[in-house]
């Protein structure tokens, strides 16, 4: 059955805590990879016209003014043609999309105004691909197997990166997904046209009687730090919930969306001191990392970059150090509980 609502997962390993049932694309739904024409980003596979390229991944100045990334650094671009071919991109999901079940996902999408690019039914020509397609969300038992189509958009108009929200509810199991952009029927002929992905969300479970979420979603705003005073107040109060799970390496995540169309699987009190953080550029903070251990000190600074990077943030304010629990320090922290994880002061 086809429920669309016209109108964002981490590959590393993660906690859940208190979440509705998820399943997570297994890697790269931010389509990130180095700007490239005609490879599919990596851990996702081609599913589009054997006789035509693969998509684009972008923002590459070769195709024209291509926006920036609505999350990390690239996104990928998917083509529509005159001549009725078109672009897909497809991955195997680590758990089976359920018959029966319904379940809420998000993609941020855009078009954009200029996409050059070469056409095989126009030889020694490039054409301008710039007109609105609609995404198509396939569910398959087998690589690229269109077997049951799950959610469809209207046409995408917008220059802006918007999120498309789909209802879907499988009739079959099924195993993999395809995203195909596909021109608009009501159109009449097919056209040349581009359709922008990036920030792809995790498949949240949902209640079929009431189309709702089984569990709360955590809504975030980013917090406002127009002074240090403020962010320290800020830090005083969300960094003691920084917390590492029970194998003391990996912070605790939980999934979360903010007012600006984003969302995480991620640590939400980490995420609210960066983003304070990023705005005041001139400060900076040193963070301190409570372990005996040298190993879990540097296991425990890896993770927290990674995990900022992942949030689309940069780590390049703070500065990490080893505390080890007991032991004073000539400044004092910010905060100085107990069973604290991490501690900040400014530097």
């Given amino acids: ?24 694309l297994p890697g790269n739904a931010s389509f990130e990879d180095l700007p490239q024409h005609s490879k599919p980003p990596r851990s996702w596979f ?5 006789d035509e390229t693969p998509p684009d991944i972008q923002p590459n100045t070769i195709f024209g003014n291509t926006p ?26 680590p758990s089976y ?28 020509e490039v054409i301008n691909h710039n007109q609105a397609l609609i995404l198509r969300v396939w569910g398959g038992t087998n690589v690229c197997e269109r077997r049951e189509l799950l959610a469809q958009s209207g046409p995408v108009h917008t220059t802006e990166w918007q999120p498309l929200v789909f209802q879907l509810n499988p009739s079959q199991d099924q195993a993999f997904i395809i995203l195909e952009a596909f021109y608009d029927e009501s159109a009449g002929d097919p056209y040349s046209g581009n359709l922008l992905l990036d920030h792809a969300g995790p498949f949240l479970e949902l209640d079929c009687p009431t189309g709702e979420i089984r569990e709360g979603i955590m809504q975030l705003s980013p917090p406002v730090t127009g002074d240090p005073s403020t962010l320290e107040a800020l830090v005083r109060e969300q960094g003691p919930q920084i917390r590492f799970g029970d194998n003391h390496l990996q912070l605790e ?11 995480f699987i991620s640590n939400p009190a980490l995420w609210q001191v960066m983003t304070g953080l990023t705005q005041l550029p001139d400060t900076r903070l040193k963070v301190g990392i409570v372990t005996r251990s040298r190993k879990h000190y540097v296991d425990r600074r890896n993770t927290l970059r990674l995990t900022i990077r992942e949030m689309g943030l940069s780590d390049h ?15 004092p922290w910010w905060y100085t509980h107990e069973d604290a994880d991490l501690l900040f002061r400014e530097d």
């Fill in 68 to 93: 920036e990334a609505f999350h990390g650094t690239t996104y990928v671009g998917l083509v529509g043609r005159s001549n009725g071919t078109f672009e897909a991109i497809g991955q195997r999901l």
């Fill in 46 to 50: 081609y599913c589009g016209s054997r």
């Fill in 317 to 331: 304010q703070l500065i990490f150090v080893q505390v080890r629990p007991g032991r004073q320090t000539r400044k």
């Fill in 97 to 124: 999309l359920r018959a029966g079940s319904c379940y809420q996902w998000k993609i941020m999408a855009a078009r954009s105004d200029e996409y050059i690019s070469p056409d095989r039914d126009h030889p020694g």
């Fill in 253 to 263: 995540r939980s999934y979360f969306e903010t007012s600006d169309h984003q969302f």
């Fill in 1 to 24: 059955m086809i429920r669309s609502i016209a109108a964002v997962l981490l590959s590393a390993p993660f906690f859940l805590f208190a979440q509705p049932t998820t399943i997570i």
